[in-house]
């Protein structure tokens, strides 16, 4: 389970199991993070789009290691909503 804490630039990684403590925290974004979307054919990728025009796509299969980087990231003229 993912999710965003409002106006903050981290998104939280759950396991459903054990939902009071993270597995993951997303931390790369530099503005509050707007929209989540887990890959649709994979397990261990999702993409975080924020209001500092990035959208950024994580590998997860390394947790419970932190997650420092993602392994993709798009750049925008301006918000990335969707």
């Known amino acids: 389970l993912a999710t ?3 106006d903050s630039p981290r998104t939280v990684i759950l ?3 054990v939902p009071s403590l993270p597995v993951a925290v997303l931390g790369a974004h530099t503005a ?3 929209m989540v979307a887990w890959a649709p054919h994979s397990s261990c ?15 997860l299969k390394a947790m419970p290691r ?4 993602p392994i ?3 750049n925008a003229e301006d918000h990335v909503n969707q």
Do not use: M
Request: contains cysteine; negative net charge.
């Open 4 to 6: 965003i804490l409002t």
């Open 15 to 17: 396991d459903i199991r």
């Open 32 to 34: 509050c993070v707007n």
């Open 45 to 59: 990728h999702i993409c975080t789009c924020s209001d500092d025009h990035q959208a950024l796509i994580w590998d």
């Open 66 to 69: 932190p997650i420092d980087d």
């Open 72 to 74: 993709l990231a798009y």
